[in-house]
């Protein structure tokens, strides 16, 4: 058993901070791929950002359906008026999610990119639940920042977009990003450093930052090929990770498991030859006596589907059927930055599901922590068995505030909702407000779907056991799913989050700042912003 643990001063002094206010030195230890702006031999791009105007006659500078940022018409009068001739040239409109590159406009930049912000008083949209002034600057940010990339240059500065800092640094940060971690060296690109341009507001810039490096560090896990993340390597990633940041870290081996009785997580476990762990987590920034958020994450390093086995085409994808464990990981890093002054622990089994003499069977009978009996209808239903315990685990030694569990679950949720948001479960109408504002907020979204008796009638409708990790069809597994955890949630807040769809592949067309075909580590950012909003409501 290892065990990390930050010293009792640096409790106290997370506990005296103020509310989301950034430590430049925390992003620093947490963040270390990150390098410091400056330095000789730099290349430097800029990225600006363009409105296009409905009506024509309202034109821009000079006329035509654009405008230019605050900050891209100065720069255009620092130019002469270079940058309207350019956009002139080019038919006097930049499309949403489109950018062009421009040399020699400053001997400053190497390059500077104009990005297409579309609509100039874009707003929050209620019915597509999106905050469109944020997520077009997401856009922009993030599409003019990897067009510089491409060109070579290594350092660049973005615009603040009238005011949406965050919003800028997160599409930058994330659409420069790449995981080629096992590339070789002279093969490797080099990723650029990004910088506000021209605006004092650096808190939000690094808030930003932030939360778009806590995403790659989601993407990267997710993105490991499976004997590169099995459970023990993705313990020493979480503890490399963690760790410096002031967060415990205890590792629970496979007799701590059997001596808690948690003989549904064993029983999934049983088919591998890795050893099954589970991580427990903890930060502190509340008071010592106050309940924590317990979030729960699924950690399958892979999934096969076990006895019932996965078809071979596309099976490489389930490398990521631990995304709801690597956006745990990835969110705690991220609130430490951020100092939230509250309690969050951490509860996630590690295990893989394979096909072995020793795997469970279709129609085996295994008990949960609690001594209810659960039938095995499908070994491919194997999430539910392990968060059935890990869930019981939370709620028995923590008495938490609230509990969130998040988890590839369901192929029906991706049928669905695609990657179109992330399908949440919310036993209260309050929680789900507060998760469909933190999802519109950050442009990552989520979607209610219903926990009706008629779906825990379904999975305890069953003559041989107390309940079924499939439930009665036919149809509305995504909802089965649900209904089988919250027989081990019997009371009190809680969010299940179902991101099969959201957490793994990006699609064709899906996100412009994420990578098609790469893993895209949502939900990470809305679990932050929910986070940070209950920190909020409850200080």
């Given at each position: 058993?290892?065990?990390?643990?930050?010293?009792?001063a640096?409790?106290?002094?997370?506990?005296?901070?103020?509310?989301f206010r950034?430590?430049?030195?925390s992003?620093?230890?947490?963040?270390?791929?990150?390098?410091a702006p400056?330095?000789?031999?730099?290349?430097?791009g800029?990225?600006?950002g363009?409105?296009?105007?409905?009506?024509?006659?309202?034109?821009?500078?000079?006329?035509g359906?654009?405008?230019?940022t605050?900050?891209?018409?100065?720069?255009?009068k620092?130019?002469?008026?270079?940058l309207e001739?350019?956009?002139k040239?080019?038919?006097?409109r930049?499309?949403?999610?489109?950018?062009?590159?421009?040399?020699?406009?400053?001997?400053e930049?190497?390059a500077?990119?104009?990005?297409?912000l579309?609509?100039?008083?874009?707003?929050?949209d209620?019915?597509?639940?999106?905050d469109?002034?944020?997520e077009?600057?997401?856009?922009?940010?993030?599409?003019?920042?990897y067009?510089?990339?491409?060109?070579?240059v290594?350092?660049?500065?973005?615009?603040?977009?009238?005011?949406?800092?965050?919003?800028?640094?997160?599409?930058?940060?994330?659409?420069?990003?790449?995981?080629?971690?096992?590339?070789?060296?002279?093969?490797q690109k080099?990723?650029?450093?990004?910088?506000?341009?021209?605006?004092?507001?650096?808190?939000?810039?690094l808030?930003?930052?932030?939360?778009?490096?806590?995403?790659?560090?989601?993407?990267?896990?997710?993105?490991?090929?499976?004997?590169?993340?099995?459970p023990?390597?993705?313990?020493?990633?979480?503890?490399?990770?963690?760790?410096?940041?002031?967060?415990?870290?205890?590792?629970?081996?496979k007799e701590?498991?059997?001596?808690?009785?948690m003989?549904a997580f064993?029983?999934?476990?049983?088919?591998?030859?890795?050893?099954?762990?589970?991580?427990e987590?903890?930060?502190c920034?509340?008071?010592?006596?106050?309940?924590?958020?317990?979030?729960v994450?699924?950690g399958?390093?892979?999934?096969?589907?076990?006895?019932?086995?996965?078809?071979?085409?596309?099976?490489?994808?389930?490398?990521?059927?631990m995304?709801?464990a690597a956006?745990?990981?990835?969110?705690?890093?991220?609130?430490?930055i951020?100092?939230?002054?509250?309690?969050?622990?951490?509860?996630?089994p590690?295990?893989?599901?394979?096909p072995?003499?020793?795997?469970v069977?279709?129609?085996?009978?295994?008990?949960?922590?609690?001594?209810?009996?659960?039938?095995?209808d499908?070994?491919?239903?194997?999430?539910?068995?392990?968060?059935?315990?890990?869930l019981?685990y939370?709620?028995?030694?923590?008495?938490?505030?609230?509990?969130m569990d998040?988890?590839?679950l369901?192929?029906g949720?991706?049928?669905?909702?695609?990657?179109?948001?992330?399908?949440?479960?919310?036993?209260?109408?309050s929680?789900?407000?507060?998760i469909?504002?933190?999802g519109?907020?950050?442009?990552?979204?989520?979607w209610?779907?219903?926990l009706?008796?008629q779906?825990?009638?379904?999975?305890?409708?069953?003559?041989?056991?107390?309940?079924?990790?499939?439930?009665?069809?036919?149809?509305?597994?995504p909802?089965?799913a649900?209904?089988?955890?919250?027989?081990?949630?019997?009371?009190?807040?809680w969010?299940?989050?179902?991101?099969?769809?959201?957490?793994?592949?990006?699609?064709k067309?899906?996100?412009p700042?994420?990578?098609?075909?790469?893993m895209?580590?949502?939900?990470t950012?809305?679990?932050?912003?929910?986070?940070?909003?209950?920190a909020?409501?409850?200080?």
């Amino acid at each position: 058993m290892f065990s990390c643990f930050f010293d009792m001063a640096l409790q106290t002094s997370l506990k005296s901070r103020h509310l989301f206010r950034l430590n430049a030195r925390s992003i620093q230890r947490c963040f270390s791929e990150d390098a410091a702006p400056g330095g000789a031999g730099q290349k430097k791009g800029l990225v600006l950002g363009v409105y296009h105007v409905q009506d024509a006659q309202l034109g821009g500078e000079g006329g035509g359906e654009y405008k230019f940022t605050p900050t891209a018409s100065a720069f255009n009068k620092q130019t002469g008026g270079r940058l309207e001739e350019l956009i002139k040239e080019a038919g006097g409109r930049i499309p949403k999610g489109k950018a062009l590159v421009y040399h020699n406009l400053d001997p400053e930049f190497f390059a500077v990119a104009l990005s297409g912000l579309d609509k100039e008083n874009a707003e929050v949209d209620t019915s597509e639940q999106l905050d469109e002034a944020k997520e077009n600057v997401r856009v922009a940010a993030g599409v003019g920042a990897y067009e510089l990339r491409k060109t070579g240059v290594n350092h660049i500065l973005v615009e603040s977009f009238n005011d949406q800092v965050e919003a800028a640094a997160e599409g930058a940060g994330l659409a420069v990003w790449r995981y080629q971690d096992n590339k070789a060296k002279e093969d490797q690109k080099p990723i650029p450093t990004l910088e506000l341009y021209s605006d004092p507001d650096k808190t939000s810039w690094l808030r930003g930052i932030n939360k778009a490096d806590a995403q790659n560090f989601a993407r990267k896990l997710s993105d490991s090929p499976p004997n590169l993340m099995t459970p023990s390597l993705f313990a020493k990633a979480t503890v490399d990770a963690l760790c410096p940041c002031g967060i415990t870290v205890e590792i629970r081996d496979k007799e701590w498991i059997e001596s808690k009785n948690m003989t549904a997580f064993l029983t999934v476990a049983r088919g591998s030859c890795e050893l099954p762990l589970l991580l427990e987590l903890g930060y502190c920034g509340g008071g010592q006596e106050e309940k924590p958020i317990v979030l729960v994450g699924k950690g399958v390093t892979f999934d096969s589907g076990g006895l019932c086995l996965k078809p071979c085409k596309g099976m490489m994808e389930f490398r990521a059927d631990m995304a709801g464990a690597a956006v745990i990981v990835a969110t705690l890093r991220a609130i430490s930055i951020l100092n939230l002054p509250i309690n969050v622990t951490g509860i996630i089994p590690l295990c893989e599901n394979m096909p072995s003499g020793m795997a469970v069977k279709p129609g085996d009978l295994v008990r949960a922590s609690n001594g209810r009996a659960i039938l095995v209808d499908n070994t491919d239903r194997e999430g539910e068995l392990i968060l059935a315990d890990a869930l019981l685990y939370g709620v028995n030694n923590f008495k938490p505030k609230m509990v969130m569990d998040i988890a590839t679950l369901s192929p029906g949720m991706r049928t669905a909702l695609g990657s179109a948001a992330s399908g949440v479960f919310a036993s209260t109408d309050s929680l789900w407000k507060e998760i469909s504002e933190a999802g519109t907020f950050t442009g990552d979204r989520v979607w209610r779907f219903p926990l009706w008796k008629q779906f825990s009638n379904k999975v305890t409708h069953t003559t041989f056991a107390d309940i079924s990790n499939v439930g009665l069809g036919p149809g509305g597994d995504p909802c089965l799913a649900a209904a089988f955890l919250r027989e081990f949630v019997p009371c009190g807040d809680w969010i299940h989050m179902d991101i099969t769809g959201s957490g793994k592949l990006q699609g064709k067309g899906d996100v412009p700042y994420l990578v098609e075909g790469r893993m895209t580590g949502r939900p990470t950012r809305t679990v932050i912003q929910f986070l940070t909003q209950f920190a909020k409501t409850n200080h």
